[in-house]
């Protein structure tokens, strides 16, 4: 049936902003750093606005929006006021070196042409082995600055897009989401019943996802050729490990790359789909979910933080397990793989570690009423004991004032991200810690002095204090429990979070 002229003009008027928008290769305009924030929120507020109002849409002109003067701007700016702007790639320059030799306005202006005329290769990422918590070794790929600012600006391009698809069961490098949100998630189901967990391991996710199944999942949402072509070089552009041979990137999308967590959620988020689809069409309200118990099936949630996730179960131990082989089969067509040493069913009474945080059901002292509590895992205790004593060893030339300025800062934000959860007792712990090592410190930098001198000069009302510098306490910050924001989080283009733009 033919559109109506008000349905007709409607679609012209569409037709029309969308080709304001990304027809834009004009030469001569140069991106203003004043606006150039605003002019990229505005723009990824309205691919967000259209990839939401039409989930089969797919956009066709991007490349232009990536080589924009105002997306590359900012891009660069990303990445030079990012901590990790000091580290070199396999070109040994860093942001500095690129502000100091030529000027940032000459880089940005000499990678814009060079994306625009094709002559832009990405360069092999640069091989770093980070230790793990299980004294095995992680690999960092570090990408080129130039790289990096080619990576930010697809990242801003097509993370509205696809942000539009993702499923609020997700909560790793997404906008406005925290590991917290997560834990809320797990806790408020821990509180409704659903007490067995499947606590799932992906075996080298970053390392393993299938290229050809990524691009794929890519193309929905992506039709112009330019822009794959870039995806698919940074994807191919190869590892020059330590010994400066390079090494073929045949899977995976090297873990350290701006554009990386992205794309890797776009691959899981086919686990996203399996398990949202199913809670939407036969778990999707309580009378549903009573009778699917009434017939002794079971009823369950995914939760994920990137390659991390549980599966929340209500029913019976058979129940998780059986999830434990479906999830494998959703993961297989993006080639990845569970760890079968890792990957284990438990019970909430039992409990389990989830992104630092010890998560387990047990008797409120005092009564015989069972609670769902959570506190930091003794492998996170470890973690911040193992860096305060290694901040702490032996004896140096700083002064104490600088030990405790970095101490602090580590102490601090180790807290603050428990600060959610039952910590009050851990917090004491690790400032008790803190005070034994960092007065230990100052006895051995201090031999000559006597203990009466030490506390005079180092320990005045027995705190550590140098200068205007004292030891910081974590048990001194207010515990506050965490709410549940379930699906209404809003991410930085919705009406809401934009009104300032307008």
């Known amino acids: 049936?033919?559109?109506?002229?008000?349905?007709?003009?409607?679609?012209?008027?569409?037709?029309?902003?969308?080709?304001?928008?990304?027809?834009?290769?004009?030469?001569?305009?140069?991106?203003?750093?004043?606006?150039?924030?605003?002019?990229?929120?505005?723009?990824?507020?309205?691919?967000?606005?259209?990839?939401?109002?039409?989930?089969g849409r797919r956009f066709d002109d991007l490349f232009n929006l990536v080589t924009d003067p105002a997306f590359l701007w900012v891009a660069w700016e990303r990445v030079r006021g990012n901590k990790g702007a000091a580290t070199a790639g396999v070109d040994r320059v860093t942001a500095r070196l690129i502000e100091a030799v030529g000027g940032q306005e000459e880089f940005v202006s000499a990678l814009r042409a060079d994306l625009r005329a094709g002559r832009f290769a990405p360069l092999p990422v640069r091989e770093r082995m980070i230790p793990k918590a299980n004294g095995k070794l992680r690999r960092l790929g570090i990408p080129t600055i130039t790289d990096r600012v080619v990576q930010a600006s697809l990242k801003l391009v097509l993370e509205p897009i696809f942000e539009a698809d993702f499923h609020p069961c997700s909560y790793g490098f997404r906008?406005?989401?925290?590991?917290?949100?997560?834990?809320?998630?797990?806790?408020?189901?821990?509180?409704?019943?659903?007490?067995?967990?499947?606590?799932g391991d992906i075996k080298a996710c970053f390392d393993m996802i299938d290229h050809t199944a990524l691009l794929d999942r890519v193309r929905r949402r992506v039709g112009d050729k330019r822009v794959l072509r870039l995806i698919k070089a940074f994807l191919k552009a190869g590892i020059m490990d330590s010994l400066g041979e390079r090494q073929e990137t045949i899977t995976g999308t090297p873990q350290g790359g701006i554009l990386s967590p992205l794309l890797a959620n776009i691959a899981l988020s086919t686990l996203d789909e399996h398990f949202m689809s199913t809670w939407n069409t036969v778990m999707s309200t309580d009378m549903r979910r009573r009778r699917r118990g009434?017939?002794?099936?079971?009823?369950w949630r995914l939760v994920r933080y990137a390659d991390d996730f549980v599966v929340m179960v209500r029913g019976t131990q058979d129940h998780a397990e059986t999830l434990r082989v479906e999830v494998a089969e959703v993961l297989a067509p993006i080639g990845l793989s569970l760890s079968p040493e890792k990957t284990t069913v438990v019970n909430l009474d039992e409990g389990f570690d989830f992104l630092g945080f010890r998560i387990q059901r047990h008797r409120q002292r005092g009564t015989n009423k069972r609670y769902v509590y959570t506190y930091p895992s003794k492998k996170a205790l470890a973690s911040i004991k193992g860096k305060i004593k290694a901040l702490t060893s032996g004896k140096s030339n700083r002064s104490l004032s600088d030990l405790l300025l970095q101490l602090n800062r580590m102490t601090r934000g180790w807290a603050m991200y428990f600060r959610h959860a039952a910590s009050k007792k851990t917090f004491s712990y690790v400032g008790q810690y803190a005070w034994q090592r960092v007065v230990g410190w100052v006895r051995r930098k201090h031999k000559g002095l006597n203990w009466g001198q030490l506390r005079r000069r180092y320990l005045p009302r027995w705190r550590p204090t140098e200068g205007a510098v004292t030891l910081y306490y974590p048990v001194t910050i207010p515990i506050r429990?965490?709410?549940y924001r379930g699906y209404s989080i809003p991410n930085p283009w919705t009406a809401a979070t934009t009104e300032a733009i307008a």
Do not use: C, F
């Open 1 to 55: 049936m033919a559109k109506g002229g008000s349905e007709t003009a409607v679609e012209e008027l569409k037709d029309q902003e969308a080709k304001s928008l990304v027809n834009i290769d004009d030469p001569d305009r140069e991106a203003d750093q004043w606006d150039a924030e605003r002019r990229v929120l505005e723009i990824q507020t309205k691919l967000h606005r259209w990839a939401t109002a039409d989930d």
């Open 175 to 199: 906008p406005n989401r925290r590991a917290q949100d997560a834990i809320a998630e797990i806790h408020l189901l821990g509180t409704k019943g659903y007490e067995w967990v499947l606590e």
């Open 294 to 299: 009434w017939k002794g099936l079971g009823n």
């Open 481 to 483: 429990r965490y709410r």
